[in-house]
């Protein structure tokens, strides 16, 4: 500022007085960096007017706010940024070679710049290793902090977080330490109580420290989450520091997971027999008005964090809270969703888990599922192994009520098998079918299943409907909805109203078609059933065409493409 070193005070009071005195007429720039509190920043303020103060630092000045500061929040670099950084320090074509694994490895970085650097560091020491056999070996580290070194014990990256960590109070350490050893990544408020953070005052002070330290990512309402590598981090403290308390953590957040999606699921599918859920106490966190539609959201919001807490708990042994979570799970969101990859993978822990426990009837129940799965992902040959195998279990399950929906998915399998096989098979194939749906109606019904035998009707009739005998399949489908209606389960009294919509359409009967595929549709859209309103969607467009409404089949038309484009992006 134009001052002669001999003329600079010799105390910080002396000299905070003189920058004040210059920086009092003209409009000035103050950079400071790495201050850690607002009481270092707040003497450095110039009263110009015009002036700016920069602060860059890792701390929580947050205080500054009542002075008028506006905080701005440094993110990951975005891809592009990152892949640039990426490519200039690796120095070499093979960035641009292999698009798609430097995505991915930037991907693993978090998009974090140092990370991002110390990975193409990696790559420029070792021209022999590709991008993609590198974004394989950072993707099966362990702990994914310690593939970011480099040779000679390079470890910037977790030098960094130690020095962040060093810097918070013991409750924030604990804290940080709990949130990394959690079975899931988005972390509620209420999982933090169940870990042992029930003093909720002690509990904010914490969580407010770690997101003022850029520690902790607020990602809604008393929601929270961590980056990647700071994940990584606090994972491995909780490890080495605490591994009892960390399994203790571990344990209790799958408990929690598992109750949250048992609520869900009685939320979406109502009250019926379960194989693998155990009995629950409390209090539902969804309401009666609406609690379907917020649970189905609910369970999409957490959709990554259910098939990892799934993963953790088969590989930590907890084989009941597997099968238990993997029903809740399959039953509530991939019916009504269908993501099919998640729920391959889900039924194949389950399956796992199952044979582990000794339940047959467990695992015969998810094969069932899983052959579903298959089917609706094409892979007819993987569909029927999985049946067949339910099938063959049955001799050791001592449940007569699952026989019948062993022999339901059965038929349901059978069905499609029908469909797919050559014209001069087809008729045997659906005789096979047939008499699959039959054996599973006259099981339920001797055992006194009445949503069973509701829900065999239902796919006899729609079988029936299918192979080109409406008129024989409306008297099933009438006798299901009633069945439904019967034991209150109107998602599945929706899916027969679309069934007999359906049937009419095939005969001709256009107005009562109309009507009944309106109900149904109108009744799938509210409670965000989009797998089945897709279906609904196609046959009211046919409908109103033949009625001559151009314009309503138009708007059903548009609906289904847009439940299917959607629903392509996983969104």
């Given amino acids: 500022m134009g001052v002669r070193d001999d003329l600079v005070p010799k105390s910080s009071a002396g000299r905070r007085s003189l920058f004040r005195t210059l920086s009092a007429d003209k409009p000035v720039l103050v950079v400071l960096h790495g201050a850690s509190l607002p009481a270092q920043i707040s003497p450095l303020v110039p009263t110009a007017p015009g002036s700016v103060v920069l602060v860059s630092t890792q701390h929580d000045v947050r205080g500054l706010a009542l002075d008028g500061a506006h905080m701005v929040d440094v993110e990951p670099l975005d891809e592009d940024a990152a892949l640039r950084l990426l490519t200039t320090v690796c120095g070499d074509g093979r960035v641009a070679e292999d698009q798609v694994a430097a995505k991915r490895l930037v991907e693993l970085c978090g998009r974090l710049p140092l990370a991002v650097r110390v990975i193409a560091g990696r790559l420029h020491l070792d021209p022999t290793m590709t991008v993609a056999a590198l974004a394989d070996e950072v993707a099966e580290e362990p702990h994914l902090l310690d593939a970011m070194t480099l040779p000679g014990g390079g470890d910037a990256v977790a030098h960094l977080f130690n020095n962040a960590y060093r810097s918070l109070s ?27 953070w029930r003093d909720r005052t002690v509990r904010r002070a914490a969580v407010e420290q770690l997101l003022g330290m850029g520690l902790l990512e607020r990602i809604g ?14 994972a491995r403290l909780a490890q080495d520091l605490t591994p009892s308390h960390a399994e203790r953590v571990v344990t209790d957040s799958i408990a929690y997971v598992c109750e949250f999606a048992h609520f869900a699921n009685q939320a979406i599918m109502g009250s019926r027999r379960w194989v693998a859920t155990e009995p629950v106490t409390g209090v539902s966190p969804f309401p009666a008005a609406g609690g379907r539609a917020a649970a189905l959201q609910a369970l999409e919001e957490w959709r990554e964090d259910l098939l990892r807490v799934a993963r953790v708990a088969s ?9 238990w979570l993997a029903e809740a799970v399959t039953t509530a969101l991939y019916f009504n969703h269908r993501h099919l990859a998640d729920w391959v993978e889900m039924s194949r822990l389950s399956v796992a888990a199952a044979r582990r426990l000794g339940r047959f009837d467990v695992e015969a129940q998810v094969r069932c599922t899983l052959s579903r799965a298959y089917a609706d992902d094409g892979d007819l040959d993987k569909a029927e192994i999985e049946v067949e195998g339910a099938l063959a279990l049955l001799p050791q399950v001592d449940d007569p009520i699952l026989h019948g929906t062993v022999w339901e998915f059965y038929g349901r399998y059978l069905d499609l098998a029908a469909r797919a096989a050559p014209v001069a098979d087809q008729p045997a194939a659906r005789v096979r079918a047939e008499a699959a749906f039959r054996t599973a109606i006259d099981v339920y019904i001797q055992n006194g299943e009445r949503r069973g035998a509701a829900l065999g ?8 409907d299918a192979t080109g005998r409406p008129a024989a399949a409306l008297p099933y489908l009438e006798l299901a909805r009633e069945g439904f209606n019967d034991v209150d389960d109107d998602r599945s009294a929706a899916r027969a109203d679309a069934a007999i919509g359906a ?6 009967h256009y107005r009562q078609a109309f009507d009944e595929l309106s109900a149904a549709a109108a009744y799938l859209a509210t409670a965000q059933l989009w797998h089945y309103e897709a279906e609904v969607r196609d046959n009211l467009a046919l409908a109103a ?5 151009r314009a309503a089949a138009a708007e059903h038309s548009q609906r289904a493409a847009d439940i299917r484009r959607m629903s392509g992006e996983g969104q």
């Avoid at 590989?315 to 099968?323: F, H, I, L, P």
């Fill in 170 to 196: 013991a409750d924030a350490q604990r804290l940080y330490r709990d949130i990394g050893a959690t079975a899931v990544v988005k972390v509620p408020d209420d999982l933090l109580a169940r870990v042992g």
């Fill in 221 to 234: 309402r008393l929601r929270y989450t961590q980056h990647p590598l700071i994940r990584s981090h606090a």
């Fill in 315 to 323: 590989a930590s042994g907890a084989d009941r809270q597997v099968v």
């Fill in 457 to 464: 009707r239902l796919f006899l009739g729609t079988f029936l």
């Fill in 503 to 508: 049937a009419h359409l095939h005969l001709g």
């Fill in 545 to 549: 065409t033949a009625l001559g409404d």
